[in-house]
């Protein structure tokens, strides 16, 4: 018997036209002698499309209006065997969408509630690797309230961690709302664009002037597996937007041109960041590698990671001799999974 996927993108972030088209990729690579695929686009008002606006929305890149409300779709999807909750960001990657699927009763790709939320969360997640001793750099959480009413608090925390610092909204990707601070003049303009977006917002210390960035693919469940090693390279000051979404700015070098011993303490770390943020089915590693001193930081855990065929994720596993097709298979297979 075929199983019944609903295939579910865009959504209400900044990542929407990026789902489109990973799920674009994720349409044409299901097997169809084994699954019948249902997409429904979600429209940046957090709507869900019919069949036929979600055919022109895939078309288009993006999905602007229309739609019906979201409970009203999931209650007329309990016919499906799995979900792929193909969506980045907030309103998708974050717990909300995986909250809606775990209420209707429907197994869906990636992590749960508690694994999709708590990654999703720059502090929350610092926190919990934190007591797992997984190392990272050092960071201080401000609230917008605080930056509202005692704006100099908010700049000696700051100045703990030293220029140049990152500055960033807790709750995001794709890095949209990130700056780089240089010096206590560019503070200000940094903090009110992280608060603007989101309410809790993380400073971080760099590590070095320029570290290198290495990436790692996690798969599987409550006993998951690690790929090879992947890494970024790009000209640009840090791996912005621009960067990330321009073609031709940053370059994937697979495997990584580290040591042995790099290679796997990457890949253990992210094993173990994977459990102890209880993640399941996927998720990309990201560390910092600062070559000078050996030193390798965690960065970030992203529960739902850029997923078309040139994607660092499906790259990372290609290199592990598992195709584009056998791995998005596998993830509904480990959806499907009894844990
Ligand atoms: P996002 O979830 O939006 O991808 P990240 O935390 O990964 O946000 O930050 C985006 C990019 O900014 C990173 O890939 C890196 O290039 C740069 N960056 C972020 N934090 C730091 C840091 N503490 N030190 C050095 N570079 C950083
Ligand atoms: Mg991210
Ligand atoms: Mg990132």
């Not at 240089?182 to 210390?205: C, Y």
């Not at 042995?260 to 560390?287: N, T, Y």
Request: aromatic share 6%.
């Amino acid at each position: 018997m075929k199983k019944r996927i609903l295939l579910l993108a865009g959504g209400q972030s900044g990542e929407h036209e990026v789902s489109l088209s990973s799920a674009r990729s994720v349409l044409a690579a299901l097997p169809r002698d084994q699954f019948d695929v249902t997409p429904v686009a979600i429209s940046k008002q957090g709507r869900w499309l019919p069949p036929t606006d979600t055919r022109q929305a895939l078309e288009n890149g993006a999905a602007e209006s229309g739609g019906d409300l979201v409970l009203h779709r999931v209650a007329s999807a309990e016919g499906y065997d799995a979900v792929f909750p193909l969506l980045h960001g907030p309103m998708g990657e974050d717990g909300t969408v995986q909250g809606l699927l775990t209420l209707a009763g429907i197994p869906f790709v990636g992590s749960g509630v508690l694994g999709s939320a708590v990654s999703m969360d720059k502090v929350m997640t610092k926190q919990v690797l934190a007591s797992a001793g997984i190392p990272q750099v050092d960071w201080r959480l401000a609230v917008r309230r605080e930056w509202q009413r005692d704006a100099q608090t908010v700049r000696a925390r700051a100045a703990e961690l030293d220029f140049p610092l990152f500055v960033k909204p807790a709750n995001l990707g794709s890095s949209v709302g990130i700056s780089k601070v240089g010096g206590p003049h560019e503070l200000d303009a940094a903090l009110d664009l992280a608060f603007s977006l989101d309410r809790r917002v993380i400073l971080e210390a760099m590590t070095t002037h320029k570290p290198r960035e290495l990436e790692v693919g996690v798969l599987g469940n409550d006993a998951p597996t690690a790929s090879p090693v992947g890494e970024l390279r790009f000209a640009s000051e840090f791996y912005d937007y621009e960067t990330k979404y321009t073609e031709g700015l940053a370059e994937i070098h697979i495997p990584a041109p580290i040591s042995g011993d790099v290679a796997r303490r990457v890949r253990e770390l992210a094993l173990s960041a994977f459990l102890a943020l209880d993640c399941a089915g996927l998720a990309r590693v990201d560390f910092f590698y600062v070559e000078e001193t050996g030193e390798l930081l965690l960065n970030e855990v992203n529960t739902m990671p850029g997923f078309t065929q040139t994607s660092m994720y499906p790259k990372l596993w290609e290199a592990a001799g598992i195709g584009y097709s056998e791995l998005v298979t596998r993830l509904v297979e480990l959806a499907l999974e009894q844990r």
